[in-house]
């Protein structure tokens, strides 16, 4: 059965202070792994797509990054707009998307 | 370019009651979905569709109708509402990236 974890489930950061986000996945035929960010209160918003083991996607302070298993979300010098909870999620050939049950990120300035 | 619209944006049912929840995106996509957000549960697929007169059942279906009768709407409806739908509901647009409407926050009584 196809499944995502992710890790930690909270996590409080002082601006300026990296660090990382995990997505462990189990998927019969990864077809792609996303990342989306969600603000309180609105739907979630596309970060990144990542389709095999090795690649890498930055946007700004985010870098993704995939192995075979597992999916880091690396944020470098988060600033107090990055808060928000990042979601993972995989899909196979079947179109049906498996998502992880979220960080919820606090970056306090 | 209104991206994906939802409505209506609150709602409150009796138990038994029907409705259903609008959705709209003018990005051409053939691929939609819709999802449910539950606290702990993460996003959870309802039914997806591929395109005009084809639909397919996801993760969480029972309950819950749908239909595909052109590639901008994709209606979501509740034969007899239950305690157990309450939740927030959102409608994506888009494989791959996916780009989600802000949400239906639905309460059954």
């Known amino acids: 059965e196809d499944q995502v974890t992710q890790s930690p489930e909270a996590l409080r950061l002082q601006e300026g202070e990296s660090s990382s986000l995990n997505c462990s996945y189990t998927v019969s035929g990864l077809r792609g792994l996303f990342w989306y960010r969600q603000d309180p209160g609105k739907g979630p918003e596309f970060l990144f797509t990542?389709?095999?083991a090795g690649e890498e996607k930055e946007k700004e302070r985010l870098k993704a990054t995939l192995t075979k298993k597992e999916s880091f979300l690396h944020i470098t010098a988060p600033k107090p707009e990055d808060s928000a909870t990042y979601l993972c999620?995989?899909?196979?050939?079947?179109?049906?998307?498996?998502f992880g049950t979220g960080t919820r990120l606090k970056v306090l300035a | 370019n209104a991206g994906v619209t939802q409505t209506p944006k609150f709602q409150v049912l009796k138990t038994g009651q029907s409705m259903t929840l609008q959705c709209a995106q003018d990005m051409n996509h053939e691929y939609m979905s819709w999802y449910r957000q539950d606290p702990g549960m993460g996003l959870r697929l309802i039914h997806y569709?591929?395109?005009?007169?084809?639909?397919d059942q996801g993760e969480v279906p029972n309950g819950y109708n749908v239909s595909r009768s052109t590639t901008e709407d994709f209606p979501l409806r509740l034969l007899s509402a239950a305690p157990s739908q309450t939740s927030v509901y959102f409608c994506?647009?888009?494989?791959?990236?996916?780009?989600f409407g802000p949400g239906t926050r639905l309460t059954v009584l």
């Open positions: 990542l389709y095999s």
């Open positions: 994506a647009s888009g494989d791959n990236e996916q780009f």
């Open positions: 999620a995989v899909t196979s050939g079947t179109y049906k998307y498996i």
């Open positions: 569709s591929v395109g005009a007169g084809i639909t």
